[in-house]
C-alpha cells in the first residue's frame, strides 16, 4: 500500500509570496494533520482536518490555512512568507480523528526555504 | 497544557551497548505517550505508543519504553545498539481528552540524536 505522500519535496520561495503544499493521505484514512518542524526541533502541530472540516488548530497565524478535499487530500497554504516559515512540513493520516489512540502515519514532508 | 522535555540533543553509544533516550512530560490528566524516529530525509515512524494499558511497552526494532507515572517519565530503552539506529528520536504527547473544538495534534520534544559509535 502506498503511504502518505506530499509534493513537491523541496521549495524555494521569496519572503512575501505564498506557498501551497500537498499531501495525499493513505487510502482509507479521512483525518489530515498539518506540522511543522523547524531544523533542530521537534515537529509543532499546525492544523487537523477530518471529513473536510478543520477540527483542530496548533498557535500559528492567520497566514496559514488549509483545506481537505472529498478524496481526502489537503492542501496547505502559506501567505506573505516570512524567512521564519522556511522548515520541513509534515503531513500525516490516521484512519479516524482522535490521534491519541490512532497511530499518524507521516509523509516525507516538503521542505520549504524562504529568501 | 502538555508538554515534553527530552534530556540530551545528543546521545553517543557503543554497538552493541544500551541505548537510554529520556522523556519527561507535564500534563494535566493521564496522557498518551509516543515515541518515533526520524531518519534522514525523512518522516516520522512511530515506535511505540502508551495508551495507559501495560505499563511496559514493546515496540518495533527492539526498542521499549516503560511509562513511570510516579516520575512524569516515559524513556526509551533497547538493549543493545546497532548501527541502523542512529537517527533522530522524538517523544511526543497527546491529551486524551477530547477537546471538540480544540487542537488535536500531538504535542513533541525537541528530539534526541543517537549516535552509535562503532
Known amino acids: 500500500d502506498a503511504g502518505v505522500t506530499q509534493s513537491p519535496t523541496h521549495l524555494i520561495k521569496t519572503r512575501g509570496q505564498q506557498v501551497t503544499l500537498r499531501c495525499s493521505p493513505i487510502s482509507g484514512h479521512k483525518s489530515v494533520s498539518w506540522y511543522q518542524q523547524v531544523l533542530g526541533q521537534g515537529p509543532q502541530f499546525i492544523f487537523q482536518?477530518?471529513?473536510?472540516?478543520?477540527?483542530g488548530r496548533g498557535n500559528f497565524p492567520d497566514r496559514f490555512s488549509a483545506r481537505q478535499f472529498p478524496n481526502y487530500s489537503s492542501e496547505l497554504n502559506v501567505n506573505a512568507l516570512l524567512l521564519g516559515d522556511s522548515a520541513l512540513y509534515l503531513c500525516?493520516?490516521?484512519?479516524?480523528?482522535?490521534?491519541?489512540?490512532?497511530?499518524?502515519?507521516f509523509g516525507p514532508g516538503t521542505r520549504l526555504t524562504v529568501t | 497544557a502538555q508538554s515534553v522535555t527530552q534530556l540530551g540533543s545528543h546521545v553517543s553509544v557503543s554497538e552493541g551497548a544500551l541505548v537510554l533516550l529520556r522523556c519527561n512530560y507535564s500534563s494535566s490528566v493521564p496522557p498518551y505517550l509516543f515515541w518515533y524516529v526520524q531518519y534522514p530525509n525523512q518522516g516520522l515512524q512511530l515506535l511505540l505508543k502508551?495508551?495507559?494499558?501495560?505499563?511496559l511497552v514493546k515496540g518495533i526494532n527492539g526498542f521499549e519504553a516503560e511509562f513511570k507515572k510516579s516520575e512524569t517519565s516515559f524513556h526509551l530503552t533497547k538493549p543493545s545498539a546497532h548501527m541502523s539506529d542512529a537517527a533522530e528520536y522524538f517523544c511526543a504527547v497527546s491529551d486524551p481528552v477530547y477537546s471538540g473544538g480544540g487542537a488535536d495534534g500531538l504535542t513533541f520534544g525537541k528530539g534526541t540524536h543517537l549516535i552509535i559509535q562503532p
Open positions: 500525516a493520516s490516521s484512519r479516524l480523528r482522535a490521534q491519541f489512540f490512532n497511530e499518524q502515519y
Open positions: 502508551y495508551t495507559s494499558a501495560a505499563t
Open positions: 482536518y477530518y471529513e473536510k472540516e478543520e477540527r
